[in-house]
């Protein structure tokens, strides 16, 4: 064997690759504990609003997240991401020894179910009360569904000059929508021949004409027809019902 110097060559440059492994590894395990590369501290970027950047140096203040050469940027990212209102925290390393945090908070759309706070993507999150947001009502698993249709709905009645107020998804799957106008809005559930968004639009579309045809506000519509509409208007002395331009429901 030692006289195969193809052999031997090998054998010669294998212990040269482990002796460089093992020295490789020695530095980094005496940089990963050197104090000279210890984190001093983290810049935070990002449209903030509700975060503030103390509370980012708050979350991860005296927590052993390592120094620049073994920084746990996975335990920061859950750190940050814990501080209410923090949908999204990216997080790197900016030489020689600080963090760089990008936060994205939550855009808040409205409380959902009267306790949570729901985010634009139909996110629930915790959150302080913030007085004058619309409430969102659906089945468990539906926030996504609501809050996409709550959005919609919201550009369909602006020619209104109106906001909704309130957008309920009962059991049944049956949309009703309030307005800031006090009207009440049953959408119905979702039909191949009649889309929910498509009432809502033949409503809008007719409203100047209705309220000119009933000479009063209208208080409440029944949109689940393929045709048409019901409307309940406010009467002398109370509220008074009236039926117009409504066909037989689909």
């Given at each position: 064997?030692?006289?195969?110097a193809?052999?031997m ?5 294998g ?7 093992i ?7 005496l940089l990963?504990s050197?104090?000279?590369?210890t984190?001093?501290?983290?810049s935070?970027?990002?449209?903030l609003?509700?975060v ?8 991860i203040?005296?927590?052993p ?10 335990l ?12 999204n ?8 020894d ?5 936060i ?5 759309l409205?409380r ?12 629930l999150f ?5 007085a004058?947001?619309?409430r969102?009502?659906?089945?468990n ?11 919609k709905?919201r550009?369909i ?15 049944r799957?049956?949309?009703t ?11 119905g559930?979702?039909?191949?021949k ?7 639009e ?10 000119e ?8 519509v029944?949109l689940?027809y393929p045709?048409g509409f019901a409307?309940?208007?406010g009467?002398l ?14």
């Amino acid at each position: 064997m030692w006289n195969n110097a193809r052999l031997m060559n090998l054998i010669a440059t294998g212990m040269l690759v482990l002796a460089g492994a093992i020295v490789a590894k020695i530095g980094f395990v005496l940089l990963a504990s050197s104090p000279s590369f210890t984190i001093s501290g983290a810049s935070v970027y990002g449209l903030l609003d509700r975060v503030t950047r103390d509370q980012v140096s708050e979350a991860i203040s005296g927590r052993p997240i390592g120094n620049f050469f073994s920084a746990d940027l996975a335990l920061v990212k859950q750190l940050v991401e814990e501080i209410p209102w923090v949908r999204n925290a990216d997080v790197r390393l900016q030489w020689p020894d600080r963090l760089a945090i990008l936060i994205e908070e939550h855009r808040v759309l409205g409380r959902w179910d009267g306790e949570r706070l729901i985010n634009v993507h139909g996110e629930l999150f915790a959150g302080a009360p913030t007085a004058g947001l619309p409430r969102l009502f659906g089945p468990n698993g539906s926030e996504a569904e609501v809050a996409k249709r709550y959005c919609k709905f919201r550009e369909i009645v602006k020619p209104l000059n109106a906001e909704p107020v309130e957008l309920v998804l009962s059991p049944r799957y049956a949309w009703t929508l309030k307005l800031s106008t006090g009207l009440i809005a049953e959408l119905g559930r979702e039909q191949q021949k009649s889309a929910v968004d498509a009432r809502l639009e033949r409503f809008v579309d007719s409203h100047a004409a209705a309220t000119e045809l009933t000479g009063r506000k209208m208080l409440h519509v029944d949109l689940r027809y393929p045709n048409g509409f019901a409307v309940r208007i406010g009467g002398l002395g109370g509220e008074a019902p009236r039926v117009v331009g409504a066909r037989k429901k689909g």
